[in-house]
């Protein structure tokens, strides 16, 4: 019987480019924490599965309600209140608490409506940040649209990816 998550099992593609960020990110001596919602730890699952550069991992957080946003990663209760968490402003601030909150040098979050969607929520829209020390922390919005949760899931680590590369290119 496989116990292969149905989310993970479609990561195999992921794999090499993840295990390529690693790599890049081992060499920099860079290491790297993560601040998931919608992922509920998804990225540092692939990540901690490449063997040889798990040390550029340093911890993740799953934190996928507001609570946890606030009593983890000190969003602050305020801007979800505001804003709600998936804006611009709570990846942001997620990714920057997370940076504070570790020993990394490199903080990646995600939060999104996986979906389905409740009634004022946009399925498939997620917003990412990175934040780096002695950095801007950069933003992205995606709106994948309502193509289910697995593949809404999947965009957003293939988006994450993305963002290392284009770190680790400039």
């Known amino acids: 019987m496989d116990s292969t998550p149905k989310d993970m099992k479609s990561v195999g593609p992921l794999a090499k480019r993840a295990e390529t960020v690693l790599s890049q990110l ?12 919608c992922t509920g730890g998804l990225v540092a699952a692939l990540v901690t599965d490449i063997e040889g550069c ?14 946890a946003k606030h ?4 969003v602050d209760q305020d801007l979800l209140h505001q804003k709600g968490a998936v804006s611009q402003e709570v ?11 570790s020993d990394a040098n490199v903080a990646v979050s995600v939060t999104g409506f996986a979906g389905p969607g409740g009634e004022n929520d946009e399925e498939g ?15 992205v919005k995606k709106s ?6 697995d593949q809404i899931r999947r965009k957003a680590l293939e988006t994450v990816l993305e963002i290392f590369e284009r770190m680790l290119s400039s």
């Open 26 to 37: 081992c060499k920099r001596g860079l290491k790297l924490t993560t601040a998931e919602s």
């Open 54 to 67: 798990s040390h550029a991992f340093e911890r993740g957080y799953v934190t996928y309600t507001d609570a």
């Open 71 to 74: 009593e983890l990663l000190g």
């Open 91 to 101: 990846a942001i601030a997620m990714a920057e608490g997370a940076l504070q909150r």
């Open 125 to 139: 829209l997620v917003h990412f940040a990175l934040a780096r020390e002695e950095a801007v922390t950069t933003h």
């Open 144 to 149: 994948f649209g309502a193509v289910g949760r």
